[in-house]
Each structure stands twice: as C-alpha cells, then as structure tokens.
C-alpha cells in the first residue's frame, strides 16, 4: 500500500468520523424544525414540512430568561476565572514561588473531587447566608470550579514566553504590572483566548450546579432543557429546538475565536 493511498483512506476514515458525531446535532437541528408527531414518529422522517412552532413554544415557556441567566453566569465566571489565573499562572511560571509542584498538584486536585462531595456543604451555607438562587454567587462557584483548569492552561502558555524578553524589560525598569500587561499578555493573548472560551464552555454547559443551587429567579438553560422531559412525555420537537438554540452561543463564541483557539492550543503543546 503507497503513502498516497494510505493518506487517502486517512482522509476518508477522518470524514467518516466527522459525520458520524456531527450528526446527532444535525439530528437535533432538523426535529427543531419539525412538528412534533413528526419528530416523535417511530420512523425517522427526513422529508417534512418545516414548522416554526418548537422556537415559539421554546420562548413561551421563557427560554430568554434562561439565556440571560446562562450568558450572565458564562461570561461573570469566565472574567473572574481569567483575571485571577493570569496572577497565579505568572507566578507558577515566569516569575515562580516556592513549591510550584506541591501548588499545582493542589490545584488540579481540586478537580479530582465529585461535585457530589461538596454540594451539601455549599448548599447548607448558600441557605444560611440567604444567597440560593442567586445568578452572581453562581458566577463566583463556577469561576472558583474552572479556575484550577485556567490556571494549568495558561500555566503552560506563559512557559512559552522568552526569558529573555521578560529580563529585557526588567533591565529597563519595568514593573511587575507592566511587565504582566504590556510585556507578557500580548504574547500569549491567543492562549488566554483559548483558556477563556474553554472557562466559558464549561459555566455554559454546567448542569448540576445549576439544578441544585437555583430554583427559578438565577436558574440556567440547562436545567430548563431537562423540564422538557417530564411524567406527560418527550417533547422532542421542543426540546430539539431549544437545544439548538442554547448551542448556538458556544458556536458562535468558537468560530469567532477559532484562530485563536487554534493559536493558543498549539502554544502549549510545545513542551
């Protein structure tokens, strides 16, 4: 078998594999459009007459809401997640503390435990202090949930930076802030992209959190897509169309920080 063959059938087990997991959510884009005896039927129909109708139940049952919630949550959490791993990562990096291992390992071990473990406690003092179904605590538990990932992502960018730039800029009298925000984050801008979209990605498309710590006035999309399915049936034709709805954000956010993305990924993979 030649090179140029065995490429080919690379090529093609690629695209393979590339429809066979983008279809689910092409599945779902097209039930969204479909009326719901179609989208239920038993035999999967992919000729029907598109219907408008699961949008317009999705955002009578206040699904606008729900977005707010998750878009305020997603972005909160991501600003807070960024701002302070972009400290941690330069001290664990560029300008490093003592105990870097031990620090990092403490880090990444917050990750280790089940949401399951520490639900209770958080929800016992949320109840105490007043402050359930509250949409900005929310924010601050996600931001604190996907800060140990943020910091090992930029971690890894930062070490890309030349030495020899930061003592440059050090022999010129920089300042630690100035060293930080005019020196170092302009060369590793697509990573703290990458890191971001990612922060985003998982406050957007966090469930079990959401599901326990809300109830109505700071519940999430998630959760509002899980009451689609109750003791009457499965709404699939609803449900369908409001997941396509609530995906859209996130894939609106990769492609327009796709160049990034890509940028930022491969500055880690170096090393």
Do not use: H
């Amino acid at each position: 078998m030649t090179s140029r063959t065995k490429g080919n059938l690379v090529t093609v087990l690629t695209w393979v594999l590339v429809l066979v997991f983008f279809f689910p959510v092409f599945w779902m884009f097209l039930n969204g459009f479909k009326p719901e005896s179609d989208a239920s039927s038993v035999t999967p129909k992919l000729f029907f007459s598109p219907t408008l109708d699961g949008f317009r139940a999705a955002f009578d049952r206040g699904m606008q809401g729900y977005l707010i919630n998750s878009l305020t949550a997603s972005i909160t959490a991501t600003v807070i997640a960024v701002l302070l791993a972009i400290p941690a990562a330069y001290a664990l990096s560029i300008r490093r503390v003592k105990n870097v291992e031990g620090a990092l390992s403490f880090f990444i071990s917050t990750r280790f435990m089940p949401l399951a473990a520490v639900v209770l406690p958080l929800f016992m003092i949320l109840k105490t202090l007043g402050l359930l179904d509250n949409i900005n605590v929310l924010a601050v538990i996600y931001a604190g949930v996907n800060l140990p990932v943020t910091v090992w992502m930029m971690r890894s960018f930062f070490l890309e930076v030349p030495f020899e730039i930061v003592e440059a800029c050090r022999v010129d009298g920089a300042g630690l802030f100035r060293e930080i925000v005019r020196i170092v984050l302009p060369l590793v801008l697509p990573g703290v992209a990458a890191a971001a979209l990612i922060c985003f990605i998982f406050s957007w498309n966090e469930y079990f959190l959401a599901t326990l710590l809300t109830s109505s006035a700071a519940r999430t999309t998630p959760p509002f897509l899980g009451s689609f399915v109750d003791g009457r049936g499965q709404f699939l034709a609803v449900l369908s169309a409001a997941s396509t709805i609530a995906a859209l954000p996130v894939i609106v956010a990769g492609w327009v920080a796709q160049k990034q993305l890509v940028r930022g990924l491969s500055m880690g993979a170096i090393k």
